[in-house]
């Protein structure tokens, strides 16, 4: 599983004390609950807005890895990862991926690994179908190139 960039979070108050480390995502949901008035809180809490977007957006956290495969029919290796990684992000509800999650989900899905994965992860981000996470060049997530290919091709 990916693992976002780590935050050290501490809270305390009114018979409340945490400390540890948190994701980016957390961070944000923490922050956005602390800011919520009493009222809003009686009244119960929404999901997040940015966590749900791009899995609405998809519908592919809804499918199994090889359904989000047939569905996009990738041609190329760049493109199969880029899937891959969108199904990650959605389904699991992660910000970014690593190649390693991504060659792991090759195995999950019964599909044979592309036979040199960094060069095609390398071509993945040239074609813009990925991005580095700023400051953790093993971290990437998928661009708005890479969730177009979701959309299903047509039959030839």
């Known amino acids: 599983m990916a693992t976002d960039a780590s935050i050290k979070l501490t809270l305390e108050g009114s018979g409340l004390s945490y ?10 949901e923490i922050v956005r609950v602390a ?9 119960g809490l929404a999901p997040l807005p940015s966590m749900t977007v791009a899995s609405q957006a998809s519908g592919i956290e809804k499918l199994a890895l090889p359904e989000a495969l047939n569905r ?16 990650i992000m959605d389904s699991e509800g992660v910000e970014s991926v690593s190649r390693a999650d991504v060659a792991s989900r090759y195995r999950d899905a019964r599909l044979p ?3 040199n994965l960094p060069r095609d992860f390398s071509q993945a ?24 290919l979701l959309t299903p091709k047509e039959k030839n």
Do not use: C
């Open 113 to 115: 690994p592309p036979g």
């Open 19 to 28: 400390s540890g480390s948190v994701t980016l995502a957390q961070a944000a």
């Open 72 to 87: 996009s029919k990738p041609t190329t290796s760049a493109e199969t990862i880029a899937v891959i990684a969108t199904w």
């Open 35 to 43: 800011s919520l008035s009493p009222e809003q809180l009686s009244s």
């Open 125 to 148: 981000v040239r074609k813009g179908f990925l991005a580095s996470v700023r400051g953790n060049s093993d971290q990437f997530y998928v661009t708005q190139t890479g969730r177009a």
